[in-house]
């Protein structure tokens, strides 16, 4: 109870905070985070976000900021919902708005399925999958590396486990949750993956698991290599100022939250963009 009232009493003291303050940057695709300052839309029910379902007709209001945050929170989209909000990016941003887009490295995934030696891979990977593979275990499903690039390929949930953006989802697991990639055999999947093109591995791998009659969303719906993704933000009139990390962690440092700048960082591709008007 004294946890809960403290919860609420931060909430509430950055409502207040923010009231006063000019609020200039803004996160895309969000999740709960209690920052001062910002402006933070998702779809979730949370005090701090403005509430947008996004869809292929979403309208973002038409304030300027001059930060905007969107971590791995693209991959959620489909191309008509994506390429749609591009366009709403560049009605909110100025001449000298600073972008910030975090990507899975798919090919470091596609490049690990096929490496022998997958301990780094499995040791950097924990902490964004271990909260899911005691789930597998029911299933039957191996956790290695196989399923877990799988996973990043293509995961679901079914209709016992719902959603894992909601605070304290792990709280409502049952017996029949399950939250991973696609239930096939490793000699499916390896078929699976001996096609290069990574939109069509996905595809292949939606297939299988719409075949689970207790199927209820796909989580990674969008796949990306790094080139295609450099080439859709040109076409869409933004400028690549840099994809180094380095770089990128000392321009936005005293911008944006350092955890979130690092968050998942040996397996994310990162895009500095601006607008070009």
Same mark, same amino acid.
């Given at each position: 109870m004294f946890l809960l009232a403290n919860f609420n009493l931060k909430v509430r003291f950055i409502q207040f905070l923010n009231i006063f303050l000019k609020k200039r940057k803004l996160s895309l695709g969000s999740g709960i985070r209690n920052w001062v300052g910002w402006v933070m839309y998702d779809k979730l029910n949370y005090p701090l976000i403005k509430k947008i379902n996004f869809t292929? /007709?979403?309208? %973002?209001? $038409?304030?300027?900021?001059?930060?905007? &945050?969107?971590?791995? #929170? @693209?991959?959620?989209?489909?191309?008509?919902?994506?390429?749609?909000?591009?366009?709403?990016?560049?009605?909110?941003?100025?001449?000298? /708005?600073?972008? %910030?887009? $975090?990507?899975?490295?798919?090919?470091? &995934?596609?490049?690990? #399925? @096929?490496?022998?030696?997958?301990?780094?891979?499995?040791?950097?990977?924990?902490?964004?999958?271990?909260?899911?593979?005691?789930?597998?275990?029911?299933?039957?499903?191996?956790?290695?590396?196989?399923?877990?690039?799988?996973?990043? #390929?293509?995961?679901?949930?079914?209709?016992?486990?719902?959603?894992?953006?909601?605070?304290?989802?792990?709280?409502?697991?049952?017996?029949?949750?399950?939250?991973g990639p696609a239930r096939i055999s490793e000699k499916k999947l390896k078929n699976i993956f001996k096609e290069k093109n990574f939109k069509q591995i996905q595809n292949n791998l939606k297939k299988e698991i719409l075949k689970d009659k207790n199927f209820l969303r796909f989580n990674h719906i969008n796949i990306w290599n790094f080139k295609n993704f450099i080439n859709i933000l040109k076409k869409n009139s933004f400028n690549i100022i840099t994809t180094n990390k380095k770089k990128i962690n000392n321009e936005f440092k005293y911008h944006i939250p350092s955890d979130e700048i690092h968050f998942l960082k040996s397996w994310s591709n990162y895009f500095y963009i601006k607008v070009n008007f």
């Open positions: 292929p /007709t979403t309208k %973002l209001p $038409k304030n300027k900021f001059d930060i905007i &945050f969107i971590s791995h #929170f @693209f991959e959620h989209l489909d191309d008509k919902t994506f390429l749609n909000l591009l366009k709403e990016i560049k009605k909110i941003s100025h001449i000298e /708005t600073k972008i %910030l887009i $975090k990507i899975p490295n798919y090919e470091f &995934f596609y490049k690990s #399925f @096929f490496n022998k030696n997958n301990f780094r891979f499995m040791k950097i990977t924990n902490s964004n999958f271990l909260t899911y593979t005691h789930l597998w275990k029911r299933y039957k499903i191996e956790d290695n590396v196989y399923n877990r690039v799988s996973m990043m #390929f293509c995961d679901y949930s079914n209709k016992y486990f719902k959603s894992q953006y909601q605070k304290d989802f792990e709280k409502k697991f049952n017996n029949l949750s399950y939250h």
